[in-house]
């Protein structure tokens, strides 16, 4: 069956577009009230990203009220360690957290290499339930963390602004970092692969602690295992399933980014676009508004779109924020954003 409304997907692959698509990391979320009422439904939001039904229905919200050209599953990045063994829960106002941890060899004794049907199986039946209820009109993209994101909780335990005892384990024990980094890339491989076959249209990798590392280390925990992951799906895929690569923080690393076997490259709000152009000529770029933006004026998030597209373009790029959109923001602003999007992305 035919998408009716393709323009992501044509853009992900550097084909013409009549209009800038536009999506939002976060958009199932708290910002509407919706998915607040399905959340209290679940109980928790763990039993909500494992609730098929559930998980299906807070994914396609965005796209009946929002009026975004894509859905993302409804899922959580750390869906991949409990699935090799290690279990987090999510605690109201502090985050994920690993009741244990992995820091040494024999600590990997315990986990394996996850079977995506079988430990991640709620995922993909929920992506089967999206891809018939939202019958064909928007692409679905489906997703995981990158490896080195993944290991920071994995070793940490918890979020953190350092990641400390993470990158001391790059330093003390390189055997360990490298042992476990590709443990958590072949679980991923297998995981997004099954992604795919369940019916996702797009990949997006989330690298989101990668600028807590020197350009040296990414080059050597990160790039290699992103690299990996591009490379077998591209193999098994083409460019029919384009893939995004969004490291936030890694302004360093754009250029050696856009040599991976990706199609789509993210960007914060940190990185320039016209220079971002430059260090990436052959790729499509994604973002990169900052979140804040939607919490001024209508006029002044109108205005902010228009500025970030003139320096985009409007072919090859697609409309995104510079990360995920922040909880209390008002949904009229967020519509603001859209809509402003949609407008002025004419081509």
């Known amino acids: ?42 109980g928790s939001f763990i039993q909500l990203a494992t609730t098929p ?36 829960e999510m605690v109201e106002q502090r985050g994920p957290v690993f009741p244990q941890t992995v820091r040494t060899m024999k600590d990997l004794d315990s986990l394996h290499i996850a079977d995506a049907e079988q430990d991640l199986g709620y995922v993909l039946e929920a992506i089967r339930i999206v891809k018939r209820d939202l019958q064909n009109r928007v692409p679905l993209i489906g997703f995981a963390g990158a490896p080195f994101t993944i290991f920071c909780y994995m070793t940490e ?48 990798i989330f690298d989101s602690w990668a600028g807590i590392l020197s350009p040296e280390q990414y080059q050597t925990f990160s790039l ?45 709000w940190n990185m320039d676009p016209t220079e971002s152009r430059q260090l990436i000529p052959d790729k499509t770029l994604q973002g990169n508004l900052d979140p804040c933006v939607l919490y001024s004026s209508f006029e002044q998030i109108r205005s902010e779109v228009r500025n970030m597209i003139d320096k985009f373009g409007k072919q090859r790029y697609i409309a995104n924020l510079g990360h995920g959109v922040y909880p209390d923001t008002n949904p009229d602003k967020v519509r603001c954003f859209i809509e402003a999007v949609k407008e002025y992305g004419q081509v």
């Open 1 to 42: 069956m035919m998408l009716q409304n393709d323009l992501l997907l044509r853009a992900a692959r550097g084909e013409q577009v009549e209009r800038v698509p536009v999506w939002m990391m976060r958009q199932a979320g708290r910002i509407l009230a919706e998915y607040r009422a399905v959340r209290e439904k679940a």
């Open 224 to 268: 290699p295992y992103i690299k990996q992951i591009c490379d077998a799906l591209v193999e098994a895929h083409g460019i029919e399933i384009p893939v995004t690569v969004f490291a936030k923080g890694a302004f360093f690393a754009r250029q050696e980014i856009g040599t991976l076997s990706c199609s789509v490259v993210g960007l914060d």
């Open 157 to 204: 335990g918890k979020g953190s602004k350092t990641f400390s005892v993470a990158k001391k384990l790059l330093y003390t024990d390189p055997a360990f970092a490298h042992t476990l980094l590709q443990k958590i890339t072949d679980s991923t491989i297998a995981y997004l692969k099954a992604q795919v076959t369940a019916g996702a249209n797009l990949i997006q």
């Open 53 to 88: 039904e559930l998980a299906a229905e807070v994914t396609i919200q965005p796209v009946d009220l929002l009026g975004v050209d894509a859905a993302i599953i409804f899922s959580d990045i750390l869906v991949v360690p409990e699935a090799m063994g290690l279990p987090y």
